[in-house]
């Protein structure tokens, strides 16, 4: 395209192109322009074409980066939109796993809440047998025992009860810290995911 406007504006500063019909006559031949004239005349005209063709080189050019760097903002749409699919998936899990969470929670509360109703009876019921223990004793130092053997065996009796019901306590209290700690930990999920 640049090639033709370059040769139209080329025939027309030679004369080559007319844009109406002319006559020959002695005016016209006078008023022609002088060599030199046309020569700067086409010295504009070709720097004009070369000027153009670099324009739309350069243009061309960016049209190109433009299109690359559109593209390149495409793909990055796509990612992102894709990442956005996916975190709303996994927003929508978390709000799925909130509730139950909870739940799970208030369940291991209630639990706790009655190991440590069931801790304190029996801490209750151990101090109780040490006291009748005790009391035991002071009346086996007081009366004379019909039956020595009678007493140590009931003494034996009331030490095995004392001493399984020290085992059920610690065995509650190790329950109690289970309980306690899987409730923290799930405290601790439950904050980290609100």
């Known amino acids: 395209m640049i090639w033709s406007l370059f040769l139209l504006c080329v025939a027309g500063g030679l004369g080559a192109v007319h844009a109406g ?3 020959r006559n002695s005016k016209i031949e006078d008023k022609a322009a002088p060599q030199e004239e046309v020569n700067v005349l086409m010295f504009g005209v070709i720097q004009l074409s070369e000027s153009l063709n670099h324009v739309y080189e350069t243009t061309e050019g960016k049209i190109g980066k433009i299109r690359q760097t559109l593209n390149r903002h495409e793909g990055t749409l796509l990612k992102l939109g894709k990442q956005a699919e996916q975190a709303a998936e996994v927003e929508k899990q978390i709000k799925e796993v909130i509730p139950l ?3 799970q929670m208030a369940t291991q509360h209630t639990q706790t809440q009655m190991m440590n109703d069931r801790l ?7 101090v109780q047998l040490k006291t009748k223990v005790k009391t035991l004793e002071m009346s086996l130092n007081n009366y004379v025992p019909t039956s020595i053997k009678e007493l140590q065996e009931r003494a034996e009796e009331h030490s095995n009860v004392l001493q399984g019901l ?8 190790e329950n109690i810290e289970a309980q306690n700690e899987k409730l923290s930990k799930l405290q601790m999920m439950s904050e980290a995911m609100a």
């Open 21 to 23: 019909p002319i006559k």
């Open 120 to 126: 304190n009876s029996i801490e209750k019921d151990e």
């Open 101 to 103: 969470l909870q739940a």
């Open 166 to 173: 020290q085992l059920l306590n610690q065995f509650q209290k």
